[in-house]
């Protein structure tokens, strides 16, 4: 789905910016140019920014337990 019609981003746009490393809204707006013009689409660019940093979460926690541990 767009989630700003002005720049022409999708969500899926938005998500593949945070697989490769986006984690703030000034990411997306550098990358994608997202909510650089009316701004309406901010709330959910960064709703789906953090549905996406969130389901990447778990293997980072994964790695830190598995290094606390001595892995
Ligand atoms: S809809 Fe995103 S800047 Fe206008």
């Known amino acids: 789905m767009f989630v700003c019609v002005c720049n022409s981003v999708t969500d ?3 998500r593949e ?3 490769n ?5 000034q ?3 550098d990358e994608l ?10 709330d ?4 789906v920014l953090h549905e996406s940093l969130s ?7 994964l790695a830190g337990s ?3 541990a001595g892995i």
């Open 12 to 14: 899926s746009d938005i």
């Open 17 to 19: 910016a945070a697989n």
């Open 21 to 25: 490393g986006a984690c703030s809204m």
């Open 27 to 29: 990411d997306l707006q």
């Open 33 to 42: 140019k997202v909510a650089s013009c009316c701004g309406r689409c901010s």
């Open 44 to 47: 959910c660019a960064r709703r």
């Open 55 to 61: 389901q990447r979460a778990p293997a980072f926690t």
């Open 66 to 68: 598995a290094a606390s």
